[in-house]
């Protein structure tokens, strides 16, 4: 399937998750060499033969014009600090695109929505944080 799609799509994975019976393989996808978070491909095997895909692809429609300074990622980790919890290890940050989103409308549900830059920040144990690149 990857391989069929490759030049058609940029991607990278973001994490394999390994529990049980079930093995997860999450790819995002990339604008710009950049994350766009909610356009993924998860791929799941079972030991048992089983196998499900699941794909949300965003489309970039039109790229804002006015030019923003975005913060460090120093910045954003000391704004990210009232979500973690005290110990927490960070393994990563990086700059990408997410969806600031309603919660309560399932991005499947969503015919147009606005990515901004922001900053995902990673702990040991898996978990993820975003924090807005700038203000407005």
């Known amino acids: 399937f990857i391989k069929a799609h490759e030049n058609d799509w940029e991607y990278e994975i973001k994490y394999i998750k390994e529990e049980d019976e079930f093995t997860t393989i999450y790819y995002n996808s ?4 950049m994350f766009l978070e909610e356009s993924y491909m998860s791929f799941t095997y079972d030991i ?3 196998f499900n895909l699941e ?3 965003l489309h970039v429609l039109e790229k804002g014009k006015n030019k923003k300074e975005v913060m460090t990622s120093v910045e954003a980790i000391m704004r990210a600090l009232s979500q973690l919890e005290r110990g927490d290890d960070i393994t990563e940050i990086r700059l990408g695109y997410y969806l600031f ?3 309560n409308v ?4 969503t015919r147009s929505a606005t990515a901004f830059p922001s900053w ?8 993820y944080f975003y924090v807005q690149a ?3």
């Open 134 to 136: 700038f203000e407005f």
């Open 30 to 33: 990339l604008f710009e060499d």
């Open 55 to 57: 794909m949300i692809r």
């Open 101 to 103: 989103m309603d919660q």
């Open 120 to 127: 995902r920040i990673k702990t040991a144990d898996g978990r």
């Open 48 to 50: 048992y033969g089983g």
């Open 106 to 109: 399932p991005i499947t549900q």
